[in-house]
């Protein structure tokens, strides 16, 4: 996404006012009547280039994906360290926790709004501090603080304290069974899974932008704005837990179901599930087919590595995110 459109998209945002939605807030103290430009709001990487801060492939070139959008602080202490608070987005009760220094996160909060048009996450990462009194399973009311902006990370490059911000998501969750296939992995022999279902590689976002700076969103309405970039066809003998926990994205009937349509946004957002009959032409002959590509879309399809190198074939991350959501329907 270019800058003009991000900000066009904050700016059409504030001014959307759907009148049944979820309520949402700024995930932090910064003053939004200051906004008047992306770079009031963005901080970006040590390429300088604003929008090395948006959601998309828009690190290293094109070559490296950025799941959510980092917020610069509004100020900061006479050492350069962020005052900024980090604030629910929306009401939740807390997921989990990572109180810890371990990972690419750094000190994260995880969220989970089970209200909401669709349950989504929500991810809060780079903290100074996460709020002591925040416990997994406890509600947590919209705009209430919970943790400190920072810049911890246990990544490949170190955050240094001018570039602070929050690392901020919303998204879905790939499977329950995420344990599992993690497990089954070779390269993760030696590499313990830290957070559970909260790794990032069961986390799959959307653009935050479709949902900050409104008062009010309908989060299914957002998710669905997602264009169809690629569809692929499952065989499966039991249902994905996927399809049960997001009903909204199903259709069909799923008690009948011997296989599924799912259509992908181009980051790997599976966003609609057509179930399938044992006759249907689009059922693979094994356990899934890639079926069509959005050529319009194809470019980001092959930066993000959901096609092969030829453009035709699937590619890692597709494969990847696949196996995850099979890991339930075996």
């Known amino acids: 996404m270019s ?54 492939m828009v690190r290293e070139d094109g070559k490296r994906f950025h799941e959510g959008i980092d917020i610069r602080p509004a100020k900061t202490n006479a050492d350069g360290e962020p005052l900024d608070l980090v604030l629910a987005a929306m009401d939740g009760q807390v997921a ?14 995880v969220l989970y709004h089970a209200a909401a048009e669709i349950p989504v996450y ?54 329950t069974g995420f344990n599992l296939w993690y497990s089954g992995q070779a390269e993760n022999k030696q590499s313990a899974n830290l957070h559970g279902l909260y790794n990032g590689q069961n986390l799959i976002g ?20 997602q264009p169809t970039a690629l569809t692929v066809g499952l065989r499966t003998t039991k249902t994905p837990d996927f399809v049960k926990r997001y009903p909204a994205l199903v259709r069909g009937d799923a008690s ?8 992908f946004s181009w980051q790997g957002m599976p966003i609609r599930w057509t179930a399938l009959e044992a006759q249907s032409p689009q059922l693979p002959a094994g356990r899934w087919r890639l079926l069509e590509i959005d050529q319009t879309q194809r470019t980001r ?7 092969g190198p030829d453009g035709r074939t699937p590619g890692e991350q597709l494969t990847q995110n696949l196996e995850i959501l099979l890991s339930t329907a075996r």
């Not at 059409?12 to 709001?41: E, G, H, N």
């Not at 989990?96 to 909060?109: E, F, K, S």
């Not at 925040?134 to 603080?145: D, E, I, N, S, Y």
Request: proline residues 8%; positive net charge; hydrophobic residues 40%.
């Open 3 to 56: 800058l003009r459109s991000s900000f066009a998209l904050l700016s059409f945002s504030l001014a959307a006012l759907p009148s049944c939605a979820t309520d949402v807030t700024w995930p932090t103290t910064m003053d939004r009547s200051s906004i008047r430009s992306p770079q009031d709001y963005l901080q970006p990487t040590v390429s300088g280039k604003t929008e090395s801060a948006l959601f998309g």
């Open 96 to 109: 989990y926790l990572n109180p810890n220094v371990n990972g690419p996160y750094g000190r994260y909060v």
């Open 122 to 175: 929500t991810l809060y990462a780079h903290l100074a501090k996460i709020e002591p009194t925040l416990k997994p399973a406890q509600p947590v009311r919209r705009g209430a603080a919970i943790g400190l902006m920072g810049h911890t990370s246990a990544g490949a490059s170190p955050i240094t304290k001018d570039r602070s911000h929050l690392h901020f998501e919303v998204g879905l969750i790939l499977s």
């Open 206 to 225: 959307m653009d935050p932008l479709l949902i900050l700076g409104q008062p009010k969103v309908d989060l299914l309405a957002a998710l669905r704005s």
């Open 256 to 263: 009948r179901a011997v296989g599924w349509y799912v259509e």
């Open 301 to 307: 399809l092959l930066q993000r590595k959901m096609l």
